[in-house]
C-alpha cells in the first residue's frame, strides 16, 4: 500500500515535467509496488492538478494501448485509459506548435461525442452507440514524460496515458452513416500513406473500448457524461512529429483530416 503522500508527490513529478517540458524515469523502479489501480489514483490527482492550475475542465477521456500490438509490446491484455481537458483541443486549422511537448508523436483515432452518460458497469456496445451524438475523424499527440517513452503499464496510466493535444474534424457523421468495424483508414505524412487499417482494429469494434472504459471508470466514481469527447483508440501506430510536417488521416465515408506542424 503506497502512503497518499508518496502518490501526491508522482502526480506532482509528471505535473512539473509536463509544464517545463522535460523527461522524467519511470516510477516503477523507484516504487516497485506500483500496481495499476494505484496508478489511476495517480492520474486522477495529476487531472486534479492539472484543473486547477491551467484552469481548465474535463472534456471527456481517451482509451490507449487499444490495439494487439501495443498490447503485446507491453504485455497486457486490456487498454488503459486517460483524461483529456479541455485546453488540449487544438483548433482544425491551427497550426501546431511542438514548442511546449517533449516528444511528440500523433496518431489517427475515430472521435465520438456524446449525447446521453454512460454509466458502467454493464455497458453494452449498443448502448454507447445509442448515446453517442456524433462520431468524427480526430488524431491524437501523445508525448509521454517519461524518457524515451520506457515505461510500464501502472507508469503510462498515472501519466494519463500519455495524453497531451487532440483534433477532432468539424464534420460529424452519425453512428449509422459509417461502418464501424470495416471503415478503412489512410494515415499520411506529408503527404506519402504511411500506415492503413480499419475501424475494427480497435478490439474489433471502437465502441468496444468505449463500452471496456464505461465499465471501468464506475469503479472510480466516474462515467462519460452528455457533451463529453471519447478518443476510442489508436488505429495505426503512431508517427514522430517533426517541425514542418503534415499529417492527414482519411477514413472511407468522411471528409480527410489535415493537420499542419508550425516550422
Ligand atoms: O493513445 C495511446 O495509445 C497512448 C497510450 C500510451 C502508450 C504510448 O504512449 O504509446
Ligand atoms: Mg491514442
Avoid at 494487439?68 to 486517460?82: F, N, T
Avoid at 476510442?232 to 503534415?246: E, I, N, Q, V, Y
Wanted: hydrophobic share 40%.
Amino acid at each position: 500500500m503506497m502512503k497518499t503522500d508518496t502518490l501526491e508527490q508522482i502526480a506532482y513529478e509528471l505535473y512539473l515535467a509536463e509544464r517545463d517540458v522535460y523527461e522524467v524515469t519511470k516510477f516503477v523502479e523507484q516504487y516497485p509496488e506500483l500496481t495499476v489501480e494505484t496508478a489511476y489514483e495517480i492520474q486522477a490527482k495529476l487531472i486534479e492538478l492539472k484543473c486547477k492550475h491551467e484552469q481548465t475542465t474535463i472534456s471527456g477521456f481517451k482509451l490507449g494501448l487499444t490495439s494487439k500490438a501495443k498490447q503485446q509490446m507491453m504485455g497486457v491484455h486490456e487498454p488503459s485509459y486517460g483524461v483529456l481537458l479541455a485546453n488540449m483541443a487544438l483548433n482544425v486549422q491551427q497550426p501546431i506548435s511542438l514548442k511546449s511537448l517533449i516528444h511528440p508523436k500523433i496518431e489517427p483515432e475515430v472521435a465520438f461525442v456524446f449525447k446521453q452518460d454512460l454509466i458502467g458497469p454493464v455497458v453494452t456496445v449498443a448502448q454507447v452507440l445509442t448515446a453517442t451524438e456524433y462520431i468524427a475523424p480526430a488524431m491524437e499527440i501523445i508525448d509521454s514524460r517519461y524518457l524515451n517513452f520506457n515505461f510500464t503499464l501502472p507508469d503510462v496510466i498515472a501519466d494519463n496515458s500519455s495524453s497531451s493535444r487532440y483534433i477532432v474534424g468539424s464534420q460529424k457523421y452519425t453512428v449509422s452513416e459509417v461502418d464501424l468495424v470495416n471503415m478503412g483508414c489512410i494515415f499520411s505524412q506529408n503527404d506519402e500513406i504511411i500506415a492503413t487499417s480499419t475501424a475494427g482494429s480497435v478490439m474489433g469494434h471502437p465502441a468496444r473500448a468505449i463500452a471496456w472504459m464505461a465499465n471501468k471508470l464506475i469503479a472510480r466514481g466516474q462515467h462519460i457524461r452528455a457533451g463529453d469527447v471519447v478518443l476510442s483508440g489508436a488505429l495505426t501506430g503512431s508517427a514522430t512529429m517533426r517541425s514542418g510536417d503534415s499529417f492527414s488521416v482519411s477514413f472511407d465515408g468522411m471528409e480527410p483530416l489535415s493537420v499542419q506542424v508550425e516550422l
